[in-house]
Every structure is written in structure tokens, then in C-alpha cells.
């Protein structure tokens, strides 16, 4: 079975992250998309995080209704920061009967080379890359282990959903419906 690892910090969920897992798995070999919650992205060190739990139970009422679509905590238990490579190779050794391909946005591809092992990555793993607005077109777009999927240029941010959400402004329609109503019972980034 072959799954997309859509890492993430997802702070919070939204609309976005949703389409494009969504058209990775009807566009591509992929049979399952995995959510993974990253507690500490390495490049975003000093950026103030919801908790990790939260956005894992936001990730978790996001996809409840798509069998297709799981979440995973597995970087809550690993050191931190936790390096891409890192997750993927625990990821295969607990699951040797499944083939992992990492989604990324287009914009990362141009520091995908700054990656820790990011060679390793390609070979044994490949990427599914999406396209993302005002990005240079990056060299990797040609090797064989790089797919580019076609998706509508999304640029909705959870930056923006959290400065809207400070500002007492709605999110209807960023966000799926359950995270707006965990957000609101929660009182996340307030």
C-alpha cells in the first residue's frame, strides 16, 4: 500500500491542507494520506505552537469523515527538533508493508537540498509536490522521484486564520466546520 506523509504543524488545519491531500490521493499512486504532527518544525524554531495534542485532535476531527485519511503522532515521542528523515525511516520500520512518499508544498522544494539527508529521501522515498504561488521553479522538479501533482495555488495560511481569529473575526469556510467549532469551544488563539 503506498501512503502520503503530509508532515505538518498544523496550527491550525484548513481548507488548504484539505484539498491538497484530497487531490494527492485521487491524482496519484496514493492509497491512504497520512496527517503527521510535528511538534518543532527545524526551520520555525522560535514560532509559538498550540499545543500538540490540540492540533493533533483538530487534524483528528478534520478527517473523521475520510477512511482514507489518518493522522499520526509519531515525531510527539521522538527528539526534538525531529528530522524529516528521522520520521520517515521509524515510519518504514514499523511498517515494512507499506511504500511512504512525502508531500510537500513547491516552495519547499527550492530548500529541500538543506534538508537533513534530503538524498536519502528522494531515493528511497520520492516526493509528491504541489504547487504553490510566487515559487521559482526548482532543478529537483526533473529528478524521477519528484511527481508534481496539478492543484488549484492555494494560499490560504494559518497565519492568516490566526490573526483573524485574534481579531475576533470568523473563519468560516478556512477551516472544515468541526475545527472552526473546536476553535470556538476551545477558545484557541484567542
Given at each position: 500500500?503506498?501512503?502520503?506523509?503530509?508532515?505538518?504543524?498544523?496550527?491550525?488545519i484548513?481548507?488548504?491542507?484539505?484539498?491538497?491531500?484530497?487531490?494527492?490521493?485521487?491524482?496519484?499512486?496514493?492509497?491512504?494520506?497520512?496527517?503527521?504532527?510535528?511538534?518543532q518544525?527545524?526551520?520555525?524554531?522560535?514560532?509559538?505552537?498550540?499545543?500538540?495534542?490540540?492540533?493533533?485532535?483538530?487534524?483528528?476531527a478534520?478527517?473523521?469523515?475520510?477512511?482514507?485519511?489518518?493522522s499520526?503522532?509519531?515525531?510527539?515521542?521522538?527528539?526534538?527538533?525531529?528530522?524529516?528523515?528521522?520520521?520517515?525511516?521509524?515510519?518504514?520500520e514499523k511498517?515494512?508493508?507499506?511504500?511512504?512518499?512525502l508531500?510537500?508544498?513547491?516552495?519547499?522544494?527550492?530548500?529541500?537540498?538543506?534538508?537533513?539527508?534530503?538524498?536519502?529521501?528522494?531515493?528511497?522515498?520520492g516526493?509528491?509536490?504541489?504547487?504553490?504561488p510566487?515559487?521559482?521553479?526548482?532543478?529537483?522538479?526533473?529528478?524521477?522521484?519528484?511527481k508534481?501533482?496539478?492543484?488549484?495555488?492555494?494560499?490560504?495560511?494559518?497565519?492568516?486564520?490566526?490573526k483573524?481569529?485574534?481579531?475576533?473575526?470568523s473563519?468560516?469556510?478556512?477551516?472544515?466546520?468541526?475545527?472552526?467549532?473546536?476553535i470556538?469551544v476551545?477558545?484557541?488563539?484567542?
Amino acid at each position: 500500500m503506498e501512503i502520503g506523509l503530509f508532515f505538518g504543524s498544523f496550527n491550525p488545519i484548513h481548507i488548504g491542507h484539505m484539498i491538497i491531500a484530497s487531490l494527492v490521493k485521487e491524482t496519484t499512486s496514493v492509497e491512504e494520506v497520512w496527517f503527521v504532527v510535528s511538534p518543532q518544525n527545524p526551520f520555525k524554531k522560535n514560532k509559538k505552537l498550540l499545543h500538540e495534542f490540540d492540533r493533533l485532535d483538530m487534524v483528528n476531527a478534520a478527517i473523521e469523515d475520510d477512511y482514507k485519511f489518518r493522522s499520526s503522532d509519531i515525531e510527539f515521542n521522538m527528539p526534538r527538533p525531529s528530522y524529516t528523515i528521522d520520521t520517515l525511516t521509524l515510519l518504514q520500520e514499523k511498517h515494512p508493508d507499506k511504500k511512504f512518499h512525502l508531500i510537500i508544498g513547491e516552495d519547499n522544494l527550492q530548500s529541500f537540498p538543506k534538508w537533513k539527508n534530503y538524498q536519502k529521501i528522494l531515493e528511497h522515498f520520492g516526493l509528491i509536490v504541489y504547487p504553490r504561488p510566487h515559487t521559482a521553479p526548482s532543478d529537483l522538479i526533473d529528478q524521477k522521484s519528484v511527481k508534481m501533482i496539478e492543484a488549484p495555488e492555494v494560499d490560504i495560511s494559518a497565519t492568516l486564520i490566526r490573526k483573524l481569529l485574534k481579531e475576533g473575526k470568523s473563519i468560516k469556510y478556512l477551516v472544515p466546520d468541526q475545527v472552526e467549532e473546536m476553535i470556538k469551544v476551545k477558545g484557541f488563539y484567542r
